[in-house]
C-alpha cells in the first residue's frame, strides 16, 4: 500500500469518526430536550405545571394571550422556574419566534398552530425577535420577554 492511499484511507476513518461523534452529541441533546422543539399544538402534550400562552403573529408584531385573559404587544411577561408552553400561530404570513437566550424558536403558520415548552430559570430581560423574513417592515417584529 502506497503513503497516499494510506493518507486518504487515515483521513477518510477520521473524518467519519468526527462525524459519527457529532451525530451521537447531536441525537442526545434531541432527546433530552424535545419540549424546547416546537411541535404540532396539542393539548394533551401540554405538561401538567405548565401555563398556556397563545402567541399569534402578525406584520409586524407579536400578540400575547394569557389563561386569565389579558394580552400584551411585543412584552412576554414570565416567572422564573415556570414552565410556560407558548401555541403559536399567524394570522397573515409566516413567521418564526426566536427566544435566543433561552434556545426557543418556533415557527407561526397560518393554520398551522405549533407549540413549545420552555421554563425561565433566571429573572431579567430577554429579546426575541421574528426570524422568518415576513414582509418591509420585519425588522419591527421584535420585543421582550420579561422575567420575574
Not at 34 to 61: C, R
Not at 126 to 148: A, K, N, P, T, W
Request: include cysteine.
Amino acid at each position: 500500500m502506497n503513503s497516499k492511499l494510506k493518507n486518504e484511507m487515515i483521513y477518510s476513518i477520521v473524518v467519519i469518526v468526527i462525524l459519527l461523534v457529532v451525530a451521537i452529541i447531536n441525537v442526545n441533546y434531541i432527546d433530552g430536550h424535545m419540549a424546547n422543539i416546537a411541535q404540532p399544538e396539542n393539548n394533551s402534550t401540554v405538561p401538567a405545571n405548565s401555563t398556556i400562552i397563545k402567541v399569534t403573529g402578525y406584520q409586524w408584531a407579536w400578540s400575547f394571550t394569557y389563561t386569565n385573559g389579558t394580552t400584551s404587544t411585543d412584552v412576554l411577561y414570565a416567572q422564573a422556574g415556570h414552565a410556560y408552553t407558548l401555541q403559536v400561530t399567524s394570522k397573515d404570513v409566516i413567521h418564526d419566534l426566536l427566544i435566543p437566550n433561552l434556545g426557543v424558536q418556533v415557527y407561526a403558520v397560518p393554520g398551522h398552530p405549533n407549540q413549545v415548552t420552555f421554563e425561565p430559570t433566571k429573572p431579567g430581560t430577554y429579546i426575541f425577535e421574528c426570524v422568518e423574513y415576513c414582509g418591509q417592515d420585519h425588522y419591527l417584529m421584535r420585543g421582550y420577554l420579561e422575567v420575574s
